[in-house]
């Protein structure tokens, strides 16, 4: 309880937030204590003077990763995330955390989503030793890394996405939600929340940009065959970011029967927390696959960064794992200094975006730049803000490809692997090129296969004239 | 799981075992249990090379020709084909027996079903498709369940890889340089293109020039993964026949990769036997569910690949129902259909014996579906033995009743499956009525239906999801 004129507020305790790092967790990594705040809090001024309290910890603990909070109680990673949204979804959003950390320990929701997780998406995911590639890579005195790739692409719709999905229907259900919106841009998203509705009977209303729909048909087929209604935004450029929009004043309007599955570690707090855990799979897979392919961790992590959700769920595991270096690579499209790429980590600043504090692509106007890539995926002007934490805290590093790099990429891993990467994938795949000339023999590198490219290889075709 | 094998010294053939009367032999042992008769021991002693050890039995056994020395099952099979080929197909008989029992090649195998397909795949228990049945039939009870074994989720979108890939080694172990291949839907083409680009040979698909247009997505694929695509006026039996030629001319260097269970001895037991690890897994997986077997596997069949490899382990268990769907096309009776089984007579085509469609002439009909990699005039010899026996039974389901039952597993389970699936899953409507409560289906999702999202737009969908 708040009391006036003094800096302490009600939190749960640090091991409830700063622990809960998966879903699955062992008894021992559960939340210790869990009370349900009070409502009144919410809106206390001492809440400004408590984020930089923590903003400064973080900042003193440096490099000691086990002190960082990720996030602490109001969402943030250091200064970034936090919850920037109209006091109608203040409500909603809670409700969300505190069903998140209650099912977190649920034994039933556990064994549920797991059985999902591996009978309906096709869990779980090889770690694929990548043969060829790696031979691709050896020098001439025959030294070089080892190339591993995480098969996300083998999951059910074939990509990451499904797994944030699928535990979102499930817990909008134990919320007793009808009625499931979402946005999307390409549409794999779209066609991902379609999927796990159908699975699930929820209504599915997914919003597009009209633009977005034009060029996009045979995945807005797809929604409807899976029963979902996409209605078509007009607004504005008619691409994604508006049909983000659109999809959060649905969610206003209908906050009590509708959950909003948004498909990436960005948005308000819980979302970026709550999407990274859901896709942490990934990086515990890949944690228990590596000590038994070869006894130890992976030596280089490398994903493709568009949010930020397929990289979160492989390197959140790692993250405490100081020797484990973590790479995440953006859309350069034309060129850095095109100014038409999605480049965000690299050319953004910091600003608020669609709930949360994150770097962005925002012109000297703080207006939004439309961000170009030729990967749908990774065409967002925004970053989810544990990336942007995770950035300046010098834990990972951030490099960029352009679009010509990945479609060499693209052609590339097809012809060696004989595994058709997705265009975004393709990005990380393309920055290989220059990480492992600099890596030491024998270093292994596993490299987020984030999903397949069957629908862009009409694109990369047109583009490398095969 | 270890399977006892026949060891076999490389060279020698297989031991023969005397033919009464079409009556019992044992089945050909090639990797998996073996039967036990009181003539095992006859085969024991014919055998060069260590003893069995144990040999598994199994309950119920009634044996069946199944392929013997010729390839000949009951009086379907053999190996009708020019003198140019015996002594090539002998030694491909020869490499294939040898690679059954070395455990360098099973090893190989095994980890890249596990890493590269992604093998192995769920048994997916279709809860709400059981309970529109259950909802239908307005029953009390419990009802027939119906699981899905999700070769949708295989590398390539299908069961075809797991086929590709296990003679893409051959064909490097033999020592050729380049492999052809004929494809129908292009699933095929793709798992062979992808297995060649993965293992560096040369690949070469064959594709009517009339499914190259329906199935255009698969022949970018193709492109991407390294192969030649050439067009051949007609559709996959044109294909498959030129594809035969190009090989007879190149023979020294050339392996031909049949994608399914036609063709001249020792292809449709070759086939068979890479697929069967479908009905190896199902088999493992039930009594993991349920504790028991199924009681009905379904499976579509155009060739019979995908249906004999859930079948195969099964045959032998007198207590499972094995049933086939083949493709009524527009109708039996507008002689637009693909259903040979149900209309064909018997003779011999691509090398075997078989049924097929043909006019009182003698000559080819040119078959129909709107599931392309059904339409193929002939069957496997070994699925015309199942049916003449009277082990299997088989039935068709039309191209409207295949779009039907897609439209309805995507909107009840949210996956897509292939047209060539769908005509499976149309059966169900017949069959599950007829079934007792608790009765186990396992059907064969063979396929997933991205290829088939064009041809879906274009036919007989509503207008509303347009």
Redesign the interface.
């Given at each position: 309880m708040a009391t006036s004129g003094t800096a302490s507020t009600f939190r749960p305790s640090v091991s409830a937030s700063s622990r809960l790092t998966h879903l699955r967790s062992s008894p021992s990594k559960a939340p210790t204590s869990f009370t349900p705040r009070s409502r009144s809090f919410s809106v206390s001024c001492t809440i400004a003077k408590d984020v930089m309290a923590d903003a400064e910890k973080t900042k003193a603990a440096g490099s000691d990763t086990t002190m960082w909070k990720r996030p602490d109680s109001f969402g943030r990673f250091g200064k970034f995330g936090g919850k920037y949204v109209p006091e109608t979804l203040m409500h909603a959003l809670s409700e969300l955390e505190t069903a998140f950390y209650s099912l977190a320990t649920d034994d039933d929701f556990q064994r549920e989503l797991a059985g999902i997780l591996?009978?309906?998406v096709?869990r779980e995911?090889?770690?694929?030793?990548a043969e060829?590639l790696t031979e691709h890579y050896r020098r001439e005195n025959g030294q070089g890394p080892l190339i591993y790739f995480k098969?996300e692409d083998?999951?059910?719709t074939g990509a990451h996405k499904i797994n944030n999905a699928v535990a979102q229907a499930l817990l909008a259900k134990r919320l007793g939600k009808k009625r499931i919106i979402a946005e999307t841009g390409a549409g794999q998203h779209g066609v991902a929340t379609?999927?796990?509705?159908?699975?699930f009977?929820l209504q599915c209303i997914i919003y597009m940009g009209a633009q977005d729909m034009e060029r996009q048909?045979?995945n807005v087929?797809?929604m409807?065959?899976?029963?979902a209604e996409v209605r078509g935004v007009h607004s504005g450029t008619a691409t994604l970011k508006d049909a983000t929009s659109e999809a959060i004043r649905d969610w206003v309007t209908n906050v009590e029967d509708t959950h909003y599955i948004l498909g990436s570690v960005a948005g308000p707090h819980p979302y970026p927390m709550m999407v990274r855990d859901f896709h942490a799979v990934i990086g515990k897979e890949t944690r228990r696959q590596a000590l038994e392919k070869w006894g130890g961790k992976p030596d280089v992590l490398v994903a493709c960064v568009g949010g930020g959700s397929n990289a979160m769920g492989l390197f959140h595991e790692f993250v405490d794992d100081a020797e484990v270096r973590m790479i995440g690579v953006e859309a350069a499209g034309f060129g850095l200094d095109s100014g038409k790429h999605a480049a965000t980590l690299t050319k953004g600043d910091v600003g608020v975006l669609h709930g949360a504090m994150s770097y962005l692509l925002q012109d000297d106007d703080g207006q939004i730049i439309e961000p170009h890539s030729i990967s749908a995926g990774l065409d967002y002007p925004g970053v989810g803000p544990e990336h942007s934490f995770l950035k300046d805290m010098g834990r990972a590093e951030y490099y960029s490809v352009t679009d010509e790099e990945a479609l060499e990429a693209?052609?590339r891993v097809?012809?060696?692997?004989?595994?058709?990467p997705a265009l975004e994938t393709s990005h990380a795949l393309a920055h290989l090129e220059k990480l492992c000339p600099t890596l030491p023999d024998g270093a292994r590198v596993v490299l987020n296969f984030s999903g397949r490219?069957?629908k862009d290889?009409?694109t990369?075709?047109k583009y490398l004239e095969? | 799981m270890s399977s006892t094998k026949i060891f076999q010294v490389q060279g020698q053939p297989l031991p023969r075992v005397p033919v009464r009367n079409h009556g019992m032999i044992n089945s050909v042992v090639c990797g998996v249990h073996i039967i036990s008769y009181n003539r095992v021991s006859n085969v024991h002693n014919r055998t060069s090379g260590p003893s069995l050890g144990y040999v598994p039995t199994r309950t119920n056994e009634i044996p069946f020709l199944r392929g013997d020395r010729n390839g000949r099952f009951g009086r379907f099979g053999g190996k009708f084909v020019p003198e140019t080929l015996m002594s090539c197909l002998r030694d491909l008989e020869d490499e294939f027996n040898f690679v059954l029992s070395d455990q360098e090649f099973q090893v190989e195998l095994t980890a890249a079903l596990?890493?590269?397909v992604?093998r192995e795949?769920?048994?997916?228990?279709a809860e709400?498709l059981t309970q529109h049945y259950k909802t239908i039939a307005r029953t009390t009870g419990d009802g027939p369940e119906i699981y899905l074994k999700?070769e949708d989720?295989?590398?390539g979108?299908s069961h075809k890889i797991n086929n590709a890939l296990a003679q893409a080694m051959i064909a490097r172990r033999l020592g050729s340089s380049r492999v052809v291949a004929a494809t129908g839907a292009g699933q095929h083409g793709v798992a062979t293109?992808?297995?060649?680009?993965?293992l560096?040979l040369e690949c070469t698909v064959f594709m009517g020039s009339t499914d190259i247009e329906k199935q255009s997505?698969n022949v970018?694929?193709m492109?991407?993964?390294?192969a030649q695509v050439k067009s051949v006026e007609g559709t996959f039996q044109d294909a498959s026949s030129e594809a035969i030629r190009n090989w007879v001319e190149k023979l020294e260097t050339t392996y031909y990769l049949s994608g399914t269970v036609v063709g001249p001895h020792p292809s449709p037991l070759m086939v068979r036997e890479f697929q069967s690890v479908i009905g190896k897994e199902t088999r493992r997986q039930a009594n993991q569910r349920w504790g028991g077997k199924p009681d009905v596997l379904v499976a579509c069949v155009g060739s019979g690949s995908n249906a004999l490899g859930l079948f195969h382990e099964f045959v032998g268990d007198e207590d499972v129902r094995l049933v086939g769907i083949e493709a009524a096309g527009l109708g039996l009776d507008s002689g637009k259909h693909s259903a040979t089984l149900a209309v064909g007579d018997v003779g011999v085509y691509h090398g075997s014996m078989s049924y097929l469609l043909q006019d009182d002439q003698g000559q080819i009909l040119r078959p129909h579906s709107i599931g392309v990699g059904l339409e193929y005039p002939g069957v496997g010899p070994e699925i015309s033995f199942l049916k003449e026996s009277g082990r299997a039974e088989f039935y068709t389901a039309t191209d409207q009743e295949a779009i039907q039952a897609c439209?309805l597993l995507?909107?009840?389970?949210?996956?897509?499956p292939a047209l060539e699936t769908a005509h499976a899953l149309a059966f169900l409507d017949k069959l599950v009525p007829t079934l007792h409560d608790g009765a186990k289906v396992v059907l064969n999702c063979s396929g997933r239906g991205?290829k088939d999202?064009?041809t879906?737009?274009q036919r007989g969908?509503p207008s509303?999801?347009?």
């Open positions: 591996k009978d309906y096709g995911s090889p770690l694929y030793f060829r098969r083998l999951n059910h379609a999927t796990v509705c159908a699975r009977g048909a045979l087929f797809r409807r065959l899976l029963g693209f052609k097809s012809r060696l692997e004989g595994i058709i490219g069957d290889v009409q990369a075709i095969v | 596990r890493d590269y992604g795949t769920p048994l997916y228990f709400r999700r989720l295989s590398h979108g293109a992808a297995a060649c680009a993965k560096s997505s970018f694929s492109k991407m993964l390294g439209m995507s909107r009840l389970e949210g996956i897509i991205d999202i064009k879906l737009i969908m509303s999801l347009c």
